[in-house]
């Protein structure tokens, strides 16, 4: 085993006890035809909802928030023997659907940590990364520190900034795909609804606002690279950059891109933070962030749930604490990379935001177990679902804010930087 995989000693006996997949395509080299998209319709609010794709009739769900839902599901997530099954369980649904959907999990993770990966990483770390200030008091009266990023998350035991996590991004990322659009008769199909739609919808944007073309790109909370790589494809004039403030993340995204174009890197990788990325002001033509604020889609260490890996589920903030920053720091972090875009882009450029729909009809009628679950490793779920988008694009200077239902689950925010 590698240098710096010690924490992933019990893997190999992992991987083995998983059962050998089934599946009927090549995953690394089925290229993906022209995706089916529907279109969207103005509403009489003057917000724009996808064909086909329904909203429901709250502003958000019901279990999210202070309400008494929501305060009984964190009630039960605060308890340790009952988190630890429900952790398991949520892993389980997003195995359960990979077999079920014939993706290949065990061998994509296995080939990932068996690959020559962990050299990518040597490479692209950069120990000068400034993380954010985190020292929150928790309730055993302590601060947290770096040390903390090993702490459980996203139902991994030892954190996001693991190999483990970053081996089965990709694989997480098809199986929530499927769950998004469980109708599809593929994994291909899928993405073709859920890639396309979000795509079609940042085409459709700059076209009709900016004189431009899209020459840069930047991809805030890139994760494993899977986001990037269909910028990439879809803008192939573009110099795509994908960004992420976990290493070992950006170093299976460079590993893989080396792979898939033979030894060389068609996209820009860079070990960095969101909120304060250290690039030139006006250097881009379209900031993207898909599946950061709320949920770990491809289970991730992103930018505004920084403070959310740093923070076990299991551990509360001292509430006595004025201006305790648990709930501050996701909406704080959120606020930054709104900022951060709008230095980043040219005049003229669009930014892109994909995340969960508050308003979503499935998000808002999920069954007790499954947002039970979701929560369960989405401690700071609430705080996203509480934020208002639009209102904070418009605050820094953002102009034609739209918001589009693009899949089932997911919206889809597009504005522009004023000439």
Not at 31 to 39: D, F, G, K, W, Y
Not at 209 to 233: A, K, P, W
Not at 316 to 337: L, T
Request: some cysteine.
């Amino acid at each position: 085993m590698a240098p710096g995989i010690t924490k992933l000693h019990n893997v190999n006996a992992w991987l083995t006890s998983c059962p050998k997949l089934v599946y009927r395509d090549s995953w690394a080299q089925k290229r993906i035809a022209s995706p089916r998209i529907r279109t969207a319709a103005a509403s009489s609010t003057g917000s724009e909802v996808a064909e086909g794709f329904e909203e429901g009739q709250l502003e958000r769900p019901k279990w999210t928030g202070e309400t008494p839902l929501s305060r009984l599901v964190a009630a039960l997530i605060s308890f340790k023997p009952l988190y630890s099954v429900l952790k398991y369980g949520a892993r389980q649904v997003i195995i359960s659907t990979a077999e079920k959907s014939n993706i290949p999990w065990r061998d994509m993770t296995q080939e990932i940590l068996e690959s020559d990966v962990y050299r990518e990483k040597d490479f692209i770390e950069d120990h000068s990364v400034v993380y954010p200030d985190l020292s929150v008091r928790i309730t055993e009266g302590r601060s947290l520190s770096n040390a903390d990023y090993l702490n459980p998350f996203h139902a991994y035991d030892e954190g996001n900034l693991s190999w483990l996590a970053a081996a089965e991004a990709e694989a997480a990322t098809m199986s929530i795909a499927k769950r998004a659009i469980p109708n599809a008769s593929s994994i291909e199909e899928a993405n073709q609804i859920l890639r396309g739609n979000w795509l079609q919808e940042i085409e459709n944007h700059h076209k009709k606002y900016s004189n431009s073309t899209i020459s840069d790109i930047l991809d805030i909370g890139c994760s494993v690279g899977v986001s990037t790589r269909y910028l990439s494809d879809k803008f192939t004039s573009a110099q795509v950059t994908g960004l992420d403030l976990s290493p070992y993340f950006v170093a299976v995204a460079q590993y893989k891109d080396k792979l898939r174009n033979q030894g060389k890197n068609s996209i820009r990788w860079i070990h960095g933070n969101g909120e304060s990325t250290g690039l030139p002001s006006q250097s881009f033509d379209l900031v993207s962030i898909s599946y950061v604020f709320s949920h770990g889609h491809n289970p991730p260490t992103r930018y505004c749930t920084m403070s959310r890996s740093l923070i076990s589920p299991r551990q509360k903030p001292d509430q006595n604490r004025e201006g305790s920053q648990f709930h501050e720091c996701p909406e704080r972090a959120i606020r930054n990379i709104i900022k951060e875009a709008f230095r980043l882009l040219r005049p003229g450029g669009t930014f892109a935001l994909t995340d969960n729909s508050p308003k979503s009809k499935i998000l808002q009628e999920l069954p007790p177990v499954l947002f039970t679950l979701m929560k369960s490793t989405e401690p700071f779920l609430d705080e996203y679902y509480l934020t208002d988008i639009d209102a904070a694009l418009k605050q820094v200077g953002f102009v034609n804010v739209h918001s589009v239902l693009t899949d089932p689950r997911h919206v889809t925010v597009t504005a522009t930087v004023p000439y």
